[in-house]
DNA sequence: ATAATTTTACTTACCGTTCAGTAAGGAGAA
DNA sequence: TTCTCCTTACTGAACGGTAAGTAAAATTAT
């Protein structure tokens, strides 16, 4: 049995309830009866709510943009650029709170994502930059905004998984027409890159 | 100079806090204070919170489902599928504040959206699988899941109103980099209207 | 036409609960 | 003894929602 720290305890079960019920509806109360402790135990270790969300949120965007640099450094533009995509989705799968706090994120203008954040998905933005100017420049790629690139890698994927009880209600009300099995998370990481890279080739 | 009743007045003012701040953070007393009336008037007028959020947010989502319907009856695939994406896009135009609360609602797992909405984002979805289905028998676009496709129109498009400030805080850590302007909204749907439908032919 | 009554559209004052955060103290290890 | 890591007990503020009352408009009765 892995030695876990009460801290890293708090942690945990924090980033489970904020990605299922958000930052506002996350009681601090709630964390430490998960965790088996009182609330006032929480402020021992955390300054306040905000600083506890920190803790969770930022190691999650510096591992990702940690993959992302290492995963796209080698390969010609569209070997990269699948590389960029099929990390973020397994990042995804690797991550299963990541998904619904960055999507709060992204709903919410970001308001409390901490700088420290910023600079980590910046990070994976240069990169993203850096794949999109190689291929234009060998001519293999259209000149694209970057932010419209990451927005249709990022939000259909991060929305996979976010969106499940809405497709499940949505597919009620459309019983009579035949409705596809949604694909497998891999599958469709696959199929995201492929489209993404075919819309991007000239 | 309209006549609106208060009423009225009352859903559009709620609708601009619901977008700006979510559903959590709006306070009945702050939309009552903005349209000059106290907390309880608002009660006169509705149940409570969760029904003023649905009578913000159905009249937006049978409107799209209204809109969308109308304008891809004619034309080929391609045709329909590219007046299905610029609809889209054109009503986020014309209702600013439905993408935060599209965005919010996607990230929450939809919760809080009332099964009268769901009836019309499944119209919608209907409309998109015949589309796709016409588009696949004529041999023009490779088989893919509606809800995929879906995907990646709405979440981009929405994501690009919700995120401004984020790529306002990225580009301020990617200073030395050339970050190409951001286009402005319209080009932005052309333009993932070309990709998308790039990346559906076969 | 006018008086009586009811309904509309609110207001003031308040309740109960929840929640972030704090003060003070205590048990056990070093 | 002192430091670490907590607990008990609490504060203060905010919020959703309600009870009770009221001025004005609309409706009905005389």
Redesign the pocket.
Known sequence: MAKI???ELIIEQSRKSFSQLGY???????I?KEC??????I???F????TLYKAVVCPEFTALAQKIEESTQIGNAVERLNAYIHTFGEFLISNPDFSAIFAREIANGSKTIPDECIEQLSRTIKQLINILHTGTSEGVFEEESPFLVQMMIVTPLISCHTTRPLRERIANFTQNEIIPLEPHFKNIIESLSKKIIKGLQC
Chains 1, 2 share one sequence.
């Open positions: 720290s009460k801290k506002e509806l996350t009681s601090l109360e709630s430490a088996g402790i009182t609330k006032p135990a402020y021992y270790h300054k306040d709510k905000a």
